[in-house]
């Protein structure tokens, strides 16, 4: 089934939800942009998708903030403007870290600015060996909008951070992985192939399972350990009282009893 929107185009296959941006060569962020890619995180919530997979139909995944936009932040009163932008992106990241489903980003050409802050909002990502990451607005006075700063130096460290915030550097994807921005890192010609294929990995796995390691790796994250582990308990007891998972392993007991018989 697709959904076409002139901005993102919807398709699923099986449990999985392709999203496809394509706004433009660059997919700058606007409001209706990020409409867009809502109603695709809604798309997937709404049917149960095991993962949400963006990528682009450009040669870029994001170039930042759209340039209309930042014009308006220069009017007299721009300052409403920007905070209301600032605002709206950083919404839409937190509702992509809090969705349920896995959110997946295909990363090539520029993923700058609130680009970036869009491709490190999601669980996973792979990136292009010849993508184009950082933030560089600094370089013409202004700061990367929606939280991307924080998230930069949660990933990959406060050297790193500063090291393309102050120091404006604009890295490649195999410096990015090696910085532990991405997970996974292939050729250009082999990103969509390898995209793919990973996709298909992760959505065979339980999605109920999934969706609770997605709340305990954000628990963690945040909150203590004591906290965590009250997390990590309460989602045992989901996923053992859940259909799914049991039907799960109860396959896998009779592969391990098979197994140990044959021996």
């Known amino acids: 089934m697709e959904v076409s929107n002139e901005m993102v185009?919807?398709?699923?296959?099986?449990?999985?939800?392709?999203?496809?941006?394509?706004?433009g060569v660059q997919n700058t962020i606007d409001d209706a942009f990020a409409d867009a890619i809502e109603h695709a995180l809604d798309e997937a919530q709404r049917r149960g998708a095991a993962l949400l997979h963006l990528r682009t139909a450009t040669p870029h995944f994001c170039g930042g903030a759209d340039p209309a936009r930042v014009a308006r932040w220069l009017e007299e009163g721009g300052d409403e403007a920007l905070r209301s932008d600032g605002d709206r992106w950083a919404s839409l990241f937190r509702r992509i870290e809090q969705q349920e489903t896995i959110v997946f980003a295909e990363v090539k050409g520029n993923a700058l600015g609130a680009g970036l802050g869009l491709a490190l909002?999601?669980?996973l990502r792979i990136v292009s060996a010849?993508?184009?990451?950082?933030?560089?607005?600094?370089?013409?006075?202004?700061?990367p909008a929606g939280m991307t700063v924080d998230r930069l130096v949660g990933l990959a460290g406060m050297v790193a951070a500063q090291r393309l915030l102050l120091g404006g550097d604009i890295i490649d994807g195999t410096e990015a992985f090696r910085l532990g921005l991405a997970h996974w890192i292939a050729p250009e010609n082999e990103l969509e192939r390898q995209a793919d294929a990973l996709v298909k990995r992760v959505?065979?796995?339980s999605v109920p399972a999934l969706r609770e390691a997605k709340r305990l790796l954000a628990a963690s994250r945040r909150n203590g350990r004591e906290e965590a582990g009250a997390?990590?308990?309460?989602?045992?007891?989901?996923?053992?009282?859940?259909?799914?998972?049991?039907?799960r392993i109860r396959k896998l007991l009779v592969r391990l009893a098979a197994a140990a018989a044959a021996k």
């Open 231 to 247: 997390v990590e308990a309460q989602a045992f007891h989901r996923l053992i009282n859940d259909e799914e998972p049991r039907d």
């Open 121 to 123: 909002a999601c669980d």
């Open 203 to 205: 959505a065979k796995q």
């Open 9 to 23: 185009r919807i398709e699923s296959h099986d449990n999985v939800l392709v999203a496809t941006l394509g706004r």
């Open 130 to 143: 010849a993508a184009r990451i950082g933030v560089p607005e600094v370089r013409v006075g202004l700061l």
